[in-house]
């Protein structure tokens, strides 16, 4: 069983930064795949980016492309979202999520393709 948990989330102003950290422990799996989804309340949970095990490729959804910086270190198994210029249309819970990768070289967008989420995270990004 692997235990997701993020941390970082927050109250912040528009065009503010924080940085979300998520931590994926007991996992058996020697090669994982990482990813940041957000829900807003009244709407369907939605990706935001994606990150490879292997030389950290990394993927974002266009609303954040420009804005967000996903990284990992996969020693300590830890992935973190950095968001810079928050806007209110940020604002959500997000969620982190692991995905078994054998070849290591994978991202995924969907949420169906993950196998283990965190409880998630609120940000509220106020006008």
């Known amino acids: 069983q692997v235990h997701v948990v993020e941390s970082g989330g927050g109250l912040v102003q528009a065009g503010g930064s924080l940085r979300l950290s998520c931590t994926a422990s007991?996992?058996?799996?020697?090669?994982?795949?990482m990813g940041w989804f957000r829900q807003a309340p009244g709407k369907d949970r939605e990706f935001v980016a994606a990150?490879?095990?292997?030389?950290?490729?990394?993927y974002y959804a266009d609303s954040v492309k420009g804005r967000f910086t996903i990284s990992r270190d996969n020693a300590e198994n830890t992935v973190n979202l950095q968001m810079n210029s928050l806007q209110p249309e940020d604002t959500a819970v997000y969620y982190c999520?692991?995905?078994?990768?054998?070849?290591?070289?994978?991202?995924?967008?969907?949420?169906?393709?993950?196998?283990?989420w965190g409880q998630g995270t609120q940000v509220t990004v106020s006008s």
């Open positions: 999520a692991h995905k078994m990768d054998s070849a290591g070289t994978y991202y995924y967008i969907r949420r169906y393709e993950y196998d283990y």
């Open positions: 007991g996992s058996s799996f020697t090669t994982y795949a």
């Open positions: 990150i490879t095990w292997t030389d950290s490729v990394t």
